[in-house]
C-alpha cells in the first residue's frame, strides 16, 4: 500500500492504523508530488491501493529542499497522470479539507469519479479529533483483500 501524504503526523495516524488491522501489509510512504508521480509510475503494480492526499508539496522536504510551493490539487494531477498511463490501481483520498481552490469536496469527488472511472474510489474526512475515519478506511481496505 503507498500513503502519499506531506504532513507527518496524518501520515503515521494513517500508518498506524492499518497496522494495527492489517500487520501483513507493507505501507510505502511519499511526501511529494514529484515522489508519488515517480513511485506511482515505477512501481504501481505492487500497490493494490493508493492512500492520496490532494493537497501536497511539490518536492520532499529536506536539508536543500523546502519543498517547493504547496500545489492545491496536486492529488488530481497525480490521478491525471495514472489516467494517462493506463494505471488502475485503487485510489482513495484522505483529506480533512472541505474544499479545494474554491471547490467543494464534493464536487472534487465528482470530477474525479468522471475522470478516473478505473481507479479513483471515493475520499474519507481524517480528523485527529475523530476517529470515525478509523472504521471508514478499515472496511473499505477489507473489500479490497
Known sequence: MLIVEDLPEKAEEISLEIIANFPNIKIIRKTSYHSAIEEIFKNHKEYFLILLDITMSTFDVNVEENGGVPETLAGKRILEGMYLRDIQTKVKVVTMFESFDGKSIKALDQELREDNPDSYDGFIFFSFK???????????IKTLL
Open 130 to 140: 475523530k476517529s470515525d475515519w478509523k472504521k471508514q478506511l478499515i472496511e473499505y
